[in-house]
C-alpha cells in the first residue's frame, strides 16, 4: 500500500484548507485511515480517522467540530477538511493505514503505513 498525501500549506488563524490521501496497491477488508499531525519537538498526534466500508469517524479533542475527515471509495482517496484553524494546529500531517475490527484506533504504532507528510502552517 502507497500513501500520498497532499494540500498543505499556509494559512492565517481562522481559516480553512483541505488535505488529500491517495492510496494504491492492493485492497483489503477491514481498513481505517487515519490522519496525524507531528509538529516540531512533539509526539505524533491521533487526528482523525475513518473507516473504509461505512465512513464511521472518530476525532481526536483538540479538532473535534472544527476538522472533518471523509472518503471517496471511488479515487480511493482520504480528505481532511481543516475548519477554524488555530496557531496549533501548525505541523506536518501525515496519513496512515491500518487493517483490524476496531472502533476507535489512536496510537500511531497500530498503523502499517503512512505517507510522506505535508506541512500545515497557521499563522498571521
Known amino acids: 500500500v502507497q500513501l500520498q498525501a497532499s494540500g498543505g500549506g499556509s494559512v492565517q488563524p481562522g481559516g480553512s484548507l483541505r488535505l488529500s490521501c491517495a492510496a494504491s496497491?492492493?485492497?483489503?477488508?477491514?481498513?481505517?485511515m487515519g490522519w496525524f499531525r507531528q509538529a516540531p519537538r512533539k509526539e505524533r498526534e491521533f487526528v482523525a480517522h475513518i473507516t473504509w466500508s461505512d465512513a464511521s469517524t472518530y476525532y481526536g479533542a483538540s479538532v473535534k467540530g472544527r476538522f472533518t475527515i471523509s472518503r471517496d471509495k471511488a479515487k480511493n482517496t482520504v480528505y481532511l477538511q481543516m475548519n477554524s484553524l488555530k496557531p496549533e494546529d501548525t505541523a506536518v500531517y501525515y496519513c496512515a493505514y491500518t487493517r483490524g475490527s476496531y472502533t476507535v484506533v489512536t496510537n500511531p504504532d497500530e498503523y502499517d503505513y503512512w505517507g510522506q507528510g505535508t506541512q500545515v502552517t497557521v499563522s498571521s
Open positions: 496497491g492492493r485492497t483489503y477488508s477491514n481498513v481505517i
